[in-house]
């Protein structure tokens, strides 16, 4: 148990204590928990997983780019073949549970829609993510897209802060909502059903739904135990077993 948090790839924060599986000059031994344990080896997933190119889009949520699903309208937005995650503790045992998922990223900005062809009256009235000048992405709501001085602007109430920002059309990402994208698509023409590609792609229309899964998460856990799988951190060597087990969570 370190007395600070000096090195993040090492050490965990738990009930108001730092742990580390490496001693350092200072700190005291502790028998880990199976809770500090699970912890400790989360962390190195996912340190782990993006050493090896994967992207976690949200806390549980990861794809990797070399898993993108191929379509005509990349420009517009992109779909990738990713997973679910949790690492648990059922009867002491440490599971890694998987689950498909679907990520839904949006590739184009307002400017590059209404370069395409939309009027900028419809681009109003939903989510989008934008650029902040200091750095990073902030999510908010398109109140409206305005042109002035032939610049197009797009007002934003922001859901940080919950102000309203005035900020340039080309710095404005619409949310990645199948249904908004698939909006897009129609306005512009394009004779693409991206919520009916998502149904396929995700087994919904299919008649063996749970064993189409099932064979998909078998593919996922075969595919890590190849490229993430061992962890080895410390004197610490975690493999990954890949007989499934059913859990109900």
Sequence with gaps: ?????????KTIFFEGNYFTYEYEEGSLEVQPTPEIIKRIVGNQFV???KKTGYIINKKYIVYSKDNEVKHPHKDIFSIFDGFEYRVVIINNQLLLCINPHLTIKTNCTIKYLIDAGINPDKLK????RY??????????????TVVERECFLCKIKNYREF?????????VFPEPKPELIQHFLLLLGRNFDLVEKQRELSFLNSKTASKDRFYKTLEIVN????????LNFGDWKVDLEITPIVVKL
């Design 1 to 9: 148990m370190p007395s600070s948090n000096e090195n993040d790839e």
């Design 47 to 49: 340190l782990k997983l």
């Design 125 to 128: 009235d939903f989510s989008v």
């Design 131 to 144: 650029k902040r000048k200091e750095g990073g992405r902030i999510d908010g709501y398109l109140v409206e």
């Design 163 to 171: 102000k309203e920002e005035i900020l340039p059309a080309d710095s």
């Design 223 to 230: 595919s890590l135990k190849k490229s993430v799988f061992p």
